[in-house]
């Protein structure tokens, strides 16, 4: 059915208690089941599948991907199945959408493990033991769901913001629930034929295992230049292409994950992967400022030798470009700060929600006693002092006001931008502190995070007629079932061979790079840095700020961004082809789709979505699967 909405001059002129009258009567749907065990068990359990996928994806590319829609897709598809077999009811609209909620927020609990806490432990060499990553996760988390709460009835029920990310999942729910159920299950057909077909290829690549079969011979290759050299070695400046990652790759997932990302983020990946390792690393090479490592007789250099040069002038680019996006967007920061500020209407606004919201007392009780466990374990775990930790906490509801009203307008959650800002604040109050830096950084970025995503799940709730105080609990079980999964596993996966192992050519960890780039450059000095790395920091950050410009002057037309050709300096090349080849294919099918016949627009336009999600589960799933396989059992 038609979600109702009110209108632009309702929006401008109604009080918030005319509006929450009006949702009242209007759109709640009463006691329709919500929370309930079997909408908590199935995100729970989806979430945390679904979290190992943004596991894999993140190590690769630094990003992670939404997985409510996904994760909303399968729901409904199994429990239609199931309710055609007799075995159970289906699921009501608001069980699937307090599961995605779920299942959201434990896909959101991968980030740290991928950024901050993993830039820590590289830096100090020494893991973190896994029940206090665990819990410092946890409790970070949910002390941005504490944050998200107080701001929900301005941002949602009287701004009534958009929450583009937001509406819609709660424009899919509404379609699969109310509309033709036929589609939602060739969609959810589609996204598990992709997976299962990405996941045979990622198994039938583990040599290893194919060769304990004693099928060794049949593996599909990674890379697809391997004949070339049986000939001859193509070269630049004397570095062969292979040494400098410059080759094409089997990996269906980087291509998938390019698909969702779009055509100018995998233009500009290429662009900066094309500068950074077929001119400027070859360069540096001959010139002598990238060292090799002798091997077999040989000097090789590799993607890790290459991006302890090359990383600075892309993080230059990145952050100069996110600063400028930043700060560019004066209604973002002037409106965060005005809505708290604006008077109430002078009529008295009775609280007609009060038995549906989450009550006040929660968050004016929680974020004391919970910012006081995060300042605790800030202190006793990472060596932050307590009256740091203190202000890491208060810098929270700053960035979260930023951060929820950036999300609230563009979908976009400024993580990056967030966790430079508070690098550079504490790389002012605790100059040469790099732990400090990155720790506080954590807890300000990862906060911020969760409650802006929090409020991003929450809106299709308030569309759908939903009990937010549901999804809060909801989510805080989603924050649960990702730590418990996501945390165990990198743990098992990435650091079975200590801290320094983390970054490799196979999992580059970009996040990690930066955060751990921009905590040493702000602790240690530019004078550390090789002199063509100081200039070519320089050359990035004023290349970032020339590309972020002209984006923003085009309204968005120039196709280069500034945070996509810097990040391809701390990808592999041959990740940043496939991302790009992805993005162009799909893009391809589109412009293509009316000479083609009808199931193709639908296969790979209409329904691009489900085959990207698809391939990236189950290539990413396999993935992990196959590392655990090979390193335990083989």
Same mark, same amino acid.
């Given at each position: 059915? /038609?979600?109702?909405?009110?209108?632009?001059?309702?929006?401008? #002129?109604?009080?918030? $208690?005319?509006?929450?009258?009006?949702?009242?009567?209007?759109?709640?749907?009463?006691?329709?089941?919500? +929370? !309930?065990?079997?909408?908590?068990?199935?995100?729970?359990?989806?979430?945390?599948?679904?979290?190992?996928?943004? *596991?894999?994806?993140?190590?690769?590319?630094?990003?992670?991907?939404?997985?409510?829609?996904?994760?909303?897709?399968?729901?409904?598809?199994?429990?239609?199945? +199931?309710?055609?077999?007799?075995?159970?009811?289906?699921? #009501?609209?608001?069980?699937?959408?307090?599961?995605?909620?779920?299942?959201?927020?434990?896909?959101?609990?991968?980030?740290?493990?991928? @950024?901050? +806490?993993?830039?820590?432990?590289?830096?100090?060499?020494?893991?973190?033991?896994?029940?206090?990553?665990?819990?410092?996760?946890?409790?970070?988390? #949910?002390?941005?769901?504490?944050?998200?709460?107080?701001?929900?009835?301005? &941002?949602?029920?009287?701004?009534?913001?958009?929450?583009?990310?937001?509406?819609?999942?709660?424009?899919?729910?509404?379609?699969?629930?109310?509309?033709?159920?036929?589609?939602?299950?060739?969609?959810?057909?589609?996204?598990?034929?992709?997976?299962?077909?990405?996941?045979?290829?990622?198994?039938?690549?583990?040599?290893?295992?194919?060769?304990?079969?004693?099928?060794?011979?049949?593996?599909?290759? $990674?890379?697809?230049?391997?004949?070339?050299?049986?000939?001859?070695?193509?070269?630049?400046?004397?570095?062969?292409?292979?040494?400098?990652?410059?080759?094409?790759?089997?990996?269906?997932?980087?291509?998938?994950?390019?698909?969702?990302?779009?055509?100018?983020?995998?233009?500009?990946?290429?662009?900066?992967?094309?500068?950074?390792?077929?001119?400027?690393?070859?360069?540096?090479?001959?010139?002598?400022?990238?060292?090799?490592?002798?091997?077999?007789?040989?000097?090789?250099?590799?993607?890790?030798?290459?991006?302890?040069?090359?990383?600075?002038?892309?993080?230059?680019?990145?952050?100069?470009? @996110?600063?400028?996006?930043?700060?560019?967007?004066?209604?973002?920061?002037?409106? /965060?700060?005005?809505?708290?500020?604006?008077?109430?209407?002078?009529?008295?606004?009775?609280?007609?929600?009060?038995?549906?919201?989450?009550?006040?007392?929660? &968050? *004016?009780?929680?974020?004391?006693?919970?910012?006081?466990?995060?300042?605790?374990?800030?202190?006793?775990?990472?060596?932050?002092?307590?009256?740091?930790?203190?202000?890491?906490?208060?810098?929270?509801?700053?960035? !979260?006001?930023?951060?929820?009203?950036?999300? /609230?307008?563009?979908?976009?959650?400024?993580?990056?931008?967030?966790?430079?800002?508070?690098?550079?604040?504490?790389?002012?109050?605790?100059?040469?502190?790099?732990? !400090?830096?990155?720790?506080?950084?954590?807890?300000?970025?990862?906060?911020?995070?969760?409650?802006?995503?929090?409020?991003?799940?929450?809106?299709?709730?308030?569309?759908?007629?939903?009990?937010?105080?549901?999804?809060?609990?909801?989510?805080?079980?989603?924050? +649960?079932?990702?730590?418990?999964?996501?945390?165990?596993?990198?743990?098992?996966?990435?650091?079975?061979?200590?801290?320094?192992?983390?970054?490799?050519?196979?999992?580059?960890?970009?996040?990690?790079?930066?955060?751990?780039?921009?905590?040493?450059?702000? #602790?240690?000095?530019?004078?550390?840095?090789?002199?063509?790395?100081?200039?070519? /920091?320089?050359?990035?950050?004023?290349?970032?700020?020339?590309?972020?410009?002209?984006?923003?002057?085009?309204?968005?037309?120039?196709?280069?961004?500034?945070?996509?050709?810097?990040?391809?300096?701390?990808?592999?090349?041959?990740?940043?082809?496939?991302?790009?080849?992805?993005?162009?294919?799909?893009?391809?099918?589109?412009?293509?789709?009316?000479?083609?016949?009808?199931?193709?627009?639908?296969?790979?336009?209409?329904?691009?979505?489900?085959?990207?999600?698809?391939?990236?589960?189950?290539?990413?799933?396999?993935?992990?699967?196959?590392?655990?396989?090979?390193? &335990?059992?083989?």
């Amino acid at each position: 059915m /038609a979600i109702q909405h009110l209108t632009d001059e309702q929006i401008r #002129t109604w009080t918030l $208690e005319q509006k929450d009258r009006w949702w009242l009567e209007n759109v709640w749907r009463g006691d329709m089941p919500q +929370l !309930t065990l079997r909408a908590a068990l199935t995100g729970m359990l989806l979430g945390g599948i679904l979290s190992l996928t943004n *596991l894999y994806v993140g190590a690769k590319t630094g990003w992670t991907l939404g997985v409510g829609i996904t994760s909303v897709i399968l729901a409904f598809a199994s429990f239609r199945i +199931l309710a055609r077999l007799g075995l159970a009811d289906e699921f #009501t609209v608001l069980e699937n959408n307090c599961m995605q909620s779920i299942a959201t927020a434990a896909g959101y609990m991968t980030m740290p493990l991928i @950024s901050s +806490l993993a830039a820590y432990m590289i830096v100090t060499g020494t893991p973190i033991p896994m029940g206090i990553t665990m819990a410092f996760m946890a409790a970070v988390a #949910t002390l941005g769901v504490l944050f998200a709460f107080p701001l929900k009835r301005r &941002f949602i029920n009287d701004e009534q913001h958009p929450f583009p990310e937001g509406r819609a999942a709660g424009i899919v729910m509404d379609a699969l629930h109310s509309g033709d159920a036929s589609e939602g299950m060739f969609k959810a057909k589609l996204l598990t034929v992709c997976g299962a077909a990405a996941g045979l290829v990622k198994l039938w690549s583990s040599q290893p295992i194919l060769e304990r079969l004693g099928i060794g011979r049949f593996t599909f290759p $990674e890379f697809l230049d391997g004949w070339v050299y049986r000939f001859f070695s193509p070269r630049i400046l004397g570095t062969e292409l292979r040494e400098l990652t410059v080759r094409p790759d089997t990996d269906f997932v980087m291509m998938a994950a390019g698909g969702l990302m779009g055509i100018r983020t995998g233009v500009s990946l290429l662009v900066g992967a094309i500068v950074n390792y077929c001119i400027l690393a070859p360069w540096m090479i001959a010139w002598g400022d990238i060292e090799g490592a002798v091997a077999d007789g040989a000097i090789h250099y590799g993607f890790r030798r290459i991006t302890v040069w090359g990383l600075w002038g892309g993080v230059a680019m990145m952050t100069a470009a @996110s600063l400028l996006a930043f700060f560019a967007r004066p209604r973002i920061l002037t409106s /965060a700060f005005t809505v708290l500020l604006r008077r109430k209407s002078p009529r008295h606004e009775s609280d007609v929600l009060k038995g549906i919201e989450l009550p006040t007392w929660v &968050f *004016l009780v929680g974020i004391p006693v919970l910012g006081g466990v995060v300042v605790a374990i800030a202190n006793l775990a990472f060596g932050v002092a307590v009256w740091e930790g203190i202000v890491a906490v208060a810098l929270i509801f700053v960035f !979260t006001l930023i951060a929820a009203n950036s999300t /609230a307008l563009t979908s976009i959650t400024p993580v990056g931008a967030i966790g430079k800002l508070t690098q550079l604040t504490y790389g002012a109050i605790a100059p040469g502190n790099i732990t !400090t830096n990155l720790a506080t950084a954590a807890v300000t970025a990862e906060a911020a995070s969760n409650a802006s995503n929090l409020l991003m799940d929450i809106k299709p709730g308030y569309m759908l007629g939903a009990k937010p105080r549901q999804q809060a609990i909801g989510h805080v079980l989603g924050i +649960l079932a990702g730590a418990a999964v996501a945390v165990p596993v990198f743990y098992l996966v990435f650091l079975r061979n200590g801290p320094q192992q983390l970054i490799s050519d196979q999992y580059p960890m970009p996040a990690a790079t930066v955060w751990k780039a921009v905590a040493e450059l702000l #602790t240690q000095g530019l004078d550390k840095l090789p002199l063509s790395a100081r200039w070519a /920091a320089l050359a990035g950050a004023l290349l970032g700020i020339a590309l972020e410009a002209a984006r923003l002057a085009t309204k968005g037309r120039f196709w280069l961004s500034g945070v996509g050709v810097g990040l391809a300096t701390v990808i592999p090349f041959n990740t940043c082809f496939a991302m790009f080849l992805g993005s162009f294919l799909f893009w391809l099918a589109e412009k293509r789709s009316q000479n083609e016949t009808p199931w193709f627009r639908k296969v790979f336009v209409e329904n691009m979505e489900p085959v990207c999600a698809g391939v990236i589960a189950g290539g990413a799933l396999m993935g992990i699967a196959v590392i655990l396989i090979e390193s &335990f059992l083989l």
